[in-house]
């Protein structure tokens, strides 16, 4: 009976327990709900400052109010504030549980990224707007301006890349031509060393050619040698000279003679007389 009893009171306090938290939750809704109207009639007035606050109010109530988050994200778009517009926009898509809500969420997420230019990750966006809405008109136009922007985009990067690639090629092109004109700057410095190496080889320690020296030395050697010997048979030069002399002299005696008979006269021979 005891153990009867007791299961009766954990019951009926559970039971006052859930009842308790049915009712705080649909307090916080109802609050929620407040706030987000407070928030709409400000936006209303252009008044986003305060707007913005009723919208944090009711998402400080309730946490999962989708419409407090997802009109939180378009007053930050109005603001310009794309970043955290993005963040609250993509926060209502995931705890929405309606397909309507889900649709409205990815179409103005597409118009945020389709004005921060990225028209790729646009293009996904009202894809999955239209998953959830297939009928809505606005949001197929809005996926067809994305697709020719993200066209146009990948054809820039392209060329940029293209251009890139060029101006790589264009760089590699000129550091190999550097290349080849130092190289053949070295080899004709290199050369010209080597030229320069084989002449001063050519030099003595004064600076003077080595070939002429040696000739000169050797001019010299022959000018100090002594004159050649005689071969057997053969007269000598003072040998030679000592006759030439003697037949000079012997051929000076010659003439001096016959000039002195011509100077003693000689007889006339005559004719006969016959």
């Known amino acids: ?8 009171i954990t019951l009926t306090t559970t039971f006052s327990f859930s009842q308790d938290k049915e009712k705080e939750a649909l307090l916080a809704a109802k609050k929620a709900n407040n706030y987000v109207y407070e928030g709409n009639n400000l936006i209303s007035e252009n008044d986003f400052v305060s707007a913005e606050k009723e919208y944090r109010k009711a998402i400080s109530e309730q946490g999962t109010t989708v419409a407090g988050i997802y009109n939180l994200g378009n007053s930050y778009i109005k603001k310009g504030n794309y970043e955290e517009a993005l963040y609250r926009l993509d926060q209502a898509a995931k705890i929405a549980t309606s397909k309507p809500e889900k649709h409205k969420a990815y179409h103005n997420i597409g118009n945020v990224l ?17 998953r959830n809405d297939p009928t809505d008109e606005e949001t197929r136009y ?9 066209e146009q985009q990948k054809d820039k990067e392209d060329d940029k890349k293209d251009d890139k690639d060029k101006d790589k090629k264009d760089d590699k092109k000129d550091q190999d031509k550097k ?5 053949k700057d070295q080899d004709q410095k290199d050369q010209g060393d080597q030229d320069q190496k084989e002449g001063d080889d050519k030099k003595d320690e004064n600076g003077k050619p080595k070939e002429e020296k040696d000739d000169k030395g050797k001019a010299g050697d022959n000018e100090k040698q002594e004159p050649p010997k005689p071969r057997p048979g053969q007269m000598s030069p003072q040998q030679v000279k000592s ?5 000079n002299n012997q051929e000076q005696k010659v003439q001096e003679k016959i000039n002195a008979e011509k100077q003693k006269g000689t007889k006339i021979k005559t004719e006969k007389d016959w």
Do not use: T
């Open 114 to 130: 389709m004005q921060n230019k990225k028209c790729k990750e646009a293009v996904e966006a009202y894809k999955n707007a239209l």
């Open 142 to 150: 809005n996926l067809g301006l994305a697709k020719i922007c993200a």
């Open 243 to 247: 006759l030439l002399e003697a037949m």
């Open 1 to 8: 009976m005891k153990h009867i009893l007791l299961i009766l």
């Open 179 to 183: 290349e080849g004109d130092d190289k």
